[in-house]
């Protein structure tokens, strides 16, 4: 890694080298039996430079010729990609726990065993034939950056992922529940009997008319259909480019006062907690919305010098659709995203409603226009709440709405949060909100 950094030095005006080393780990059950067992070890190096106001990038996973790498980075400069920054000087990171080397000894025999209890737990409370998978994923991450400013720093991680889902008799919808950490853990048996609770009352099919209800998204199904649209609105991207409907808002009510969204990096015990980004930059907890008002827009090194603005440390080597994070480009994105509990149990949610649909799971997330905050999907699954009790499960149902009027009609917010997707949520019930029924 010296001598790269050396020659790239010498040939550009400033580089930057990342280097990526993970362990990945994953097991699958399927109906409750084991069908995969997978290890994926990886590891690269990532080469940034500016020449000129350019910037240039590279990538390898081994280096036997760093000249060649140096030189494709050199030639990638053709493209003439402005460089509107520069690399971030070594400065004080806050310590973040975020590897528990006790995961190292975790064995795929000890996890299988682990996914065969649960399966013996669950199985004999499962009615219709309901099928159970399990998604285990356990590893431990390492990343290190240097540039030519003086910063050098890295960062080693640990995660243990485990995924109950239990399927509806012939279909895809599904009941699921998260455990996200960065030590390992047995899934709690309470959350396994809530998970097949919460599957028996939805057993029955149920019919409904279209029309205006209260809606209550749960933790799981937030981040798709409503969170993602707000992340993009939030965008520094998407600000310099024109493309956020709230690009002048800064400072301005948006949002139901019951609404305050904060990413938090520095969070310790989960696998994506960081104290600085792929760039290098310090991270810091970040508030995008308090009590409904937009406060910041989260940026990277490169947006934040086309805007003027200060790095915020939301650089990441990330995309929606996955990818090869050593070949990637750091754009902005959020690491550990929360919205702050209210005061209402889920329970007392559930029974206040007279009518009302509980949101699972979701299908199609990804249509509608994202960045307008337009989003339409369908209930994969959504039950139907009658009289404050859940009587069954919807077929072929579907919502759709706007997540910028969405989120100012907010009736309640559960009084916790829970490990979901993209970050932690607590469930939240909205007014008025369009489900249609084929």
């Not at 025999?109 to 499962?126: E, H, M, S, T």
């Not at 994923?137 to 003086?150: H, P, Q």
């Not at 960062?155 to 243990?160: E, F, V």
Request: glycine residues 8%; hydrophobic residues 35%; neutral net charge.
């Amino acid at each position: 890694m010296e001598k790269l950094f050396d020659i790239a030095r010498r040939k550009s005006d400033s580089a930057e080298i990342y280097y990526l080393s993970y362990l990945k780990n994953s097991i699958e059950f399927e109906n409750s039996a084991l069908t995969r067992i997978e290890s994926t070890i990886q590891s690269g190096y990532c080469l940034r430079i500016i020449k000129g106001g350019y910037v240039g990038m590279s990538y390898t996973k081994n280096l036997l010729d760093r000249e060649g790498l140096v030189e494709n980075a050199l030639s990638s400069l053709k493209g003439k990609v402005k460089g509107a920054f520069s690399f971030p000087k070594s400065g004080n990171l806050k310590k973040v726990k975020t590897y528990d080397e006790s995961l190292n000894e975790l064995t795929s025999q000890r996890v299988i065993q682990d996914l065969k209890a649960v399966c013996n737990f669950v199985g004999p409370r499962l009615k219709a034939k309901g099928q159970l998978n399990l998604t285990a994923e356990f590893g431990s991450k390492l990343i290190k950056i240097v540039n030519s400013e003086g910063l050098s720093v890295e960062d080693r991680s640990s995660s243990y992922v485990l995924i109950p889902k239990i399927l509806f008799p012939n279909s895809y919808a599904s009941i699921v529940s998260l455990l996200n950490s960065t030590s390992y853990q047995t899934f709690p048996e309470q959350r396994l009997s809530k998970l097949v609770e919460l599957y028996t009352r939805a057993l029955p099919e149920v019919s409904l008319s279209s029309g205006k209800l209260p809606v209550i998204f749960s933790p799981h199904s937030l981040f798709a259909p409503l969170i993602w649209r707000i992340n993009a609105g939030t965008n520094a991207k998407s600000v310099y480019e024109d493309m956020s409907p709230i690009k002048d808002k800064v400072g301005e009510k948006i949002f139901s006062d019951q609404l305050t969204l904060i990413d938090d990096p520095h969070r310790e015990g989960r696998p994506d907690s960081r104290s600085f980004d792929d760039e290098g930059t310090s991270t810091t907890p970040y508030t995008l919305v308090e009590k409904g008002v937009l406060r910041e827009f989260y940026t990277n090194l490169n947006y934040a010098g086309k805007l003027g603005i200060k790095p915020t440390g939301h650089g990441f080597k990330r995309q929606m659709w996955g990818g090869d994070p050593i070949s990637l480009r750091p754009m902005p994105a959020l690491t550990n995203e929360m919205i702050l509990p209210g005061d209402e149990k889920f329970e007392n949610m559930i029974q206040k409603l007279n009518r009302g649909v509980l949101v699972v799971g979701g299908l199609g997330a990804h249509s509608g226009n994202i960045l307008n905050g337009d989003f339409s999907i369908g209930l994969n699954p959504g039950l139907y709440v009658e009289k404050g009790e859940i009587v069954g499960r919807l077929k072929d149902a579907m919502i759709a709405g706007n997540v910028y009027d969405l989120m100012k009609n907010i009736i309640s917010v559960e009084n916790k949060v829970h490990e979901s997707w993209g970050g932690c949520f607590p469930a939240m019930c909205f007014d008025e909100v369009q489900v249609s029924v084929g």
